[in-house]
């Protein structure tokens, strides 16, 4: 992990996708997405079944490395409101571990907005830590300090004539939107005017590597 400081606080950026709060001992994550391949099934789609035991054993394997006691899920957890239920026994026993060990907050977003607790830990529409809103999808219209998650940032790049793509951290004065942490989801540049429209100006993709963190501006 990389130092990452946003709104006067000091976070650890994870190349996973994950952002560690020390003060506070917390752990934050956004667009987990659990049970998509399972949804898509029931269109008739079929994928490999298995991306909700690897999310959450990559999140077990950054709660252990970071001890964290408290975590923050920043919406859309679940690709569905019926996900919890489809969730393996497997799955499902990683899920409960990490919900019966730790301060767990699921944030409603667009894809779960009906989602019952059925998995262990509390539902909040958003919260606010510290002085920092967190919630699901960034508010243009709140002033405050803002983490959210939604658009599952990606900086794409050229490099070496070949076409590279990074999950990112996107910043701004008051926004900081995480990237997906999910297996089995994909991403918007992070550079689309949408994403720039509710961070604002002047932007700045962020990809932590093994020993520091790359920004790279973002032009409007």
């Known amino acids: ?22 003060a506070r001992r917390a752990l ?3 667009d987990l997405h659990l049970e998509k391949a399972s949804w898509y099934a029931k269109l008739g789609q079929f994928l490999p079944p298995y991306d909700s035991q690897a999310t959450l054993a990559a999140l077990t394997e950054v709660v252990d490395r970071t001890g964290a006691t408290s975590l923050y899920c920043l919406g859309d957890s679940f690709h569905d409101k019926f996900g919890c239920d489809r ?9 409960l571990a990490l919900t019966a060990r730790l301060d767990w907050t699921w944030i409603l977003g667009n894809h779960d907005p009906g989602f019952a607790d059925h998995c262990g ?29 939604h658009y599952h940032p990606k900086l794409r790049l050229q490099v070496r004539g070949r076409r590279v793509s990074r999950r990112c951290f996107v910043a701004s004065g008051a926004k900081l939107i995480l990237p997906a942490f999910g297996a089995l989801t994909g ?3 992070a550079s689309h005017k949408e994403i720039l429209r509710k961070v604002g100006t002047p932007a700045t993709a962020l990809i932590p590597i093994k020993d520091r963190l790359l920004s790279f501006p973002l032009a409007a």
Do not use: I, K, N
């Open 187 to 189: 991403g918007l540049d």
């Open 1 to 22: 992990m990389v130092p990452l400081s946003f709104a006067g606080h000091d976070f650890l950026a994870d190349p996973q996708g994950a952002l560690w709060w020390p």
């Open 121 to 149: 830990g509390t539902l909040r529409e958003e919260v606010e830590v510290d002085g920092l809103m967190l919630r699901h999808e960034a508010d243009v219209r709140d002033p405050r300090p803002e983490l959210s998650g």
């Open 28 to 30: 934050l994550v956004a």
């Open 87 to 95: 969730l393996p026994e497997a799955a499902r026993a990683m899920l």
